[in-house]
Every structure is written in structure tokens, then in C-alpha cells.
């Protein structure tokens, strides 16, 4: 279920923390994304050794390649509903640069949208993304998403605002 055309998703393991840290302190990949401040390697360590176990309400889940089995990035939904039958696509990065731009990052977006109507059983996605990232605005529509909504210069980077684009995805519109 949670294989692609490119990428299979899988379970993150405290080996996958040195990669992430370095993927966190990357200003391409942090570039359109609420930032934290700076954490430690040692930190960074202990909670990938303290993860919380994935849930249908809150998962992370790791990218690795189909070929070669390369650990490249992270996905995560959340705030599962399951009444209203809709979850959030939290974030999606593709955390090596080598992968960028190659289509990885689309397919994974296909992966976790198809995992949560199939497998979950939602009928809806939605997701924020700051408008001027078209990387990843161009990759979730490739998926099917469509822009639902606009919060007008809500997100701040190097002294900037920029809007949110609100997008949505329901079960039938999946690509
Ligand atoms: C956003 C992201 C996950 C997309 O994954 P990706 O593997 O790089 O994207 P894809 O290769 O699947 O390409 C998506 C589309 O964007 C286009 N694209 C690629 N690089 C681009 C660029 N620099 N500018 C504009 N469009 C670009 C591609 O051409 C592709 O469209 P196409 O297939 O119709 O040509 C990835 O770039 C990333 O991790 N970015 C940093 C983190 C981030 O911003 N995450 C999203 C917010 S949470």
C-alpha cells in the first residue's frame, strides 16, 4: 500500500535522526516552512531514539528510494478526523538533494493520499503552502490538489511576508 512508482514509505528509525537533523538546518529545505530554532545533533538523536509510535491520527513516515532502498525524506498527516473523514497533509520534503525536482516528492504525496482514502477510509486531504513555493504547489497538483482558499500574507521569512494557499484533494480527484 505504501509503495510507488518511485518511493516506498516506511516507519522512521532512530537511524534516520543524523539525516533529518542535517535536512532540518537545510535553508532549501527549511526555506518555506515554519522553522524551529537550531537543535543539536545529541537532541536530535534522542528524540529520533523517543519517537512516538505512529497512529492514524498523527503519522511521520520516512521516503526511501524503490531503487536502492535510500532514506531521502519525510512525509506527515495528521489531525486525523475521522468523523468528517478528513486528515491534513502536514509536510512533505524530500531532504536529499540529489532527489530533488526528480519526481520523488510528487509520487510520495500520491503514496500517503492514496494510504489515507484506501486504507483509512477519508474522503478529504487539505494542506497549507506558502503560494511562491511552486515546487511544491506544482507537486500537489500533480496529485490533484486544488487551491480551496488564501490566507493573505501569513507567513513571514528573511523580513518577507507571503500568502497560504489552503488545497484540498477529495477521494475521486486522486491522480
Ligand atoms: C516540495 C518537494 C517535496 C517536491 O518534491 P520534488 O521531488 O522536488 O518535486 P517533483 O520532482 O515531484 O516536481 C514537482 C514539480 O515541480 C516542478 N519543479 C521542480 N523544480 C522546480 C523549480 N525549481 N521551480 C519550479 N518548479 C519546479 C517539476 O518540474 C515538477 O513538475 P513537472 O513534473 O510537471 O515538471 C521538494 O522539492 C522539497 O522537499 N522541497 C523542500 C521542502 C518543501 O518545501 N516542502 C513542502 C512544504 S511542507
Do not use: C
Request: aromatic share 10%; proline share 3%.
Amino acid at each position: 500500500m505504501l509503495t510507488g512508482a518511485l518511493v516506498r514509505l516506511r516507519a522512521l528509525e532512530p537511524a534516520d535522526s543524523e539525516a533529518m537533523w542535517r535536512w532540518y538546518h537545510d535553508p532549501e529545505v527549511g526555506r518555506w516552512m515554519d522553522a524551529g530554532p537550531p537543535i543539536s545533533l545529541a537532541q536530535n538523536m534522542e528524540k529520533g531514539q523517543n519517537r512516538p509510535r505512529n497512529t492514524f491520527e498523527q503519522m511521520q513516515l520516512g521516503i526511501e528510494t524503490l531503487e536502492g532502498q535510500k532514506f531521502i525524506g519525510y512525509v506527515a498527516l495528521g489531525d486525523t478526523d475521522f468523523v468528517r473523514g478528513e486528515a491534513v497533509l502536514q509536510s512533505v520534503a524530500i531532504g536529499d538533494p540529489g532527489y530533488r525536482g526528480g519526481g520523488y516528492g510528487t509520487d510520495a504525496v500520491r503514496v500517503i493520499s492514496r494510504y489515507a482514502f484506501e486504507e483509512m477510509g477519508l474522503h478529504r486531504l487539505m494542506l497549507w503552502v506558502v503560494a511562491d513555493n511552486v515546487r511544491a504547489v506544482q507537486a500537489y497538483k500533480k496529485v490533484g490538489f486544488v487551491e480551496e482558499g488564501r490566507r493573505r500574507e501569513a507567513f513571514r521569512a528573511r523580513g518577507k511576508r507571503y500568502d497560504y494557499l489552503m488545497m484540498g484533494l477529495l477521494e475521486h480527484e486522486l491522480k
